[in-house]
């Protein structure tokens, strides 16, 4: 009887687990990511954009964000677009983000379009650290920038950076 509860007990843990497999060769934290990324940037989330259905319920697949500062790279725009997880990539899902809150943010650059997708918009990846919540009115970053710094003030992650 033990066996088979653990046998159930393992593939219900396993029918929820993340099915991303993910590789990171050395440091993924925020502070080495946003350092190797070449756009970083302080934004705020302004709208969930685009929606995905799964079991009949729409989730949100992509948000737009405005630059409250760029830090480092060469995008002009305000405002920008950034596309999480439909169930199947290796992406945090943008329901994570919250509208009106600020995030330090180090995303990739989507290269080519696949629909609904556009180049030139954003992603993040699951599997590193590209993204930390901001409290913007102390100015402090949260989340995993170090493996022992789990908070750091925008003040200086911009010294840091531009070491």
């Not at 930390?132 to 908070?151: C, Q, T």
């Amino acid at each position: 009887m033990k066996k088979r509860i653990l046998v159930i007990f393992v593939l219900l843990i396993s029918l929820k687990s993340f099915s991303c497999s993910c590789e990171c060769n050395w440091n993924c934290n925020f502070g080495a990511i946003s350092d190797n990324q070449e756009f970083v940037a302080l934004v705020k989330v302004i709208e969930y954009t685009d929606y995905f259905e799964h079991r009949n319920e729409k989730s949100p697949y992509s948000m737009t964000v405005e630059i409250i500062k760029k830090y480092k790279g060469s995008e002009d725009r305000k405002r920008i677009k950034i596309w999480g997880d439909n169930g199947v990539l290796c992406r945090p899902y943008v329901e994570k983000f919250q509208i009106g809150k600020y995030y330090l943010i180090a995303p990739s650059k989507i290269e080519d379009d696949s629909e609904p997708e556009q180049k030139d918009d954003y992603d993040f990846f699951s599997c590193w650290t590209d993204h930390l919540s901001v409290d913007y009115n102390k100015k402090m970053a949260y989340g995993k920038y170090s493996w022992w710094r789990k908070e750091i003030s925008l003040e200086t992650f911009e010294r840091k950076l531009n070491k």
